[in-house]
């Protein structure tokens, strides 16, 4: 199928086509990524738009059996609801169990809805390197909803809210104090906590965390992107299917205010030129996986460990061999990176 028929049939629905999409621009195949470029560019004239929700969290905070039940209540609302798991690789094998869509198999199952749990490979921030294309797929699929699990691993797991709209930060009752609230990272970029597993012996706890980081969240600076009373926290039970009302209501309020205000075409551009750069970077990182670039990195990195030459130089000479246009300062000229030989 080539890219204006399958392009066709994602627009049309098509579950099959959305996943042979999805695995085409994923592909780290030289040949796919004509095909892949030329896909994209279709779909985007669709216009079609989703509200994209990241949701991130510590391992073990509940964030499918959030997603699960949370997702059930869109979907019996008449929603379309797409969710993209990043699930994490093994940093020996590269390899992810990709477990995701077992532990979510009521919503699996659901008509209006579709799981697609992909690796994260080696990329850092939460996301895998194709998520944001993934999205865009999944727009053009005509979803209304777009939910983006991350892997779940810290505070530095922010890539997310360069792809979302709206960014949930999942927490368990008594994880923290109050400081966390105000810590500079993925706290700051959340737009709704969420204090998980209210129920139970553990319901006075989740309150009681809630109550601590919306105090913490009152100490944080205004955003400009946000109305009176954001960020804020909630609590919820997965379990219980408690509080996902009121979170999906917050949400809801929020998306029509930034959208009323502006807010939400002028993020979306701003997340369009962060994506630009990385692509850019990519790209430019990507000429490093030539032949004879892997053979100059392998001699490069030889000496560096023998101690026969800084990193820094040898970064340098990397550099001038690849990129030659480009002007490199203090090479010594016994330096030469066009030998083989050590």
Known sequence: MDSAA???????????????????????????????????????????????????????????????????MLVERGLRVAVLAVDPSSARTGGSILGDKTRMDRLSRHPNAYIRPSPSQSHLGGVARRTREAVALCEAAGFDIVLIETVGVGQSETMVAELADVFLLLLAPAGGDELQGVKRGIMEAADIILVNKADGELKQAAMRTCADYAGALRLLRRRPQDPDGFPKALTVSSLEVSGLDAAWAEIDALVSWRRKTGHWQARRAEQARHWFQEELRYSLLGRLESADARQLNTRLAAEVAAGQISPVLAARAMIAEIWPEIATDNIPESLDVTSDSP
Do not use: C, N, Y
Not at 10 to 36: C, M, N, P, Q, Y
Not at 42 to 65: D, H, N, W, Y
């Open 6 to 72: 399958l392009a066709d049939a994602v627009i049309a629905g098509d579950r099959r086509a959305l996943a042979r999409a999805i695995t085409l621009v994923e592909s780290t195949k030289a040949a796919h990524r004509a095909t892949a470029d030329s896909l994209l560019d279709t779909l985007a004239t669709t216009e079609r738009e989703a509200i994209r929700i990241g949701l991130s969290g510590t391992p073990g905070v509940g964030k499918s059996t959030f997603i699960e039940s949370f997702g059930l």
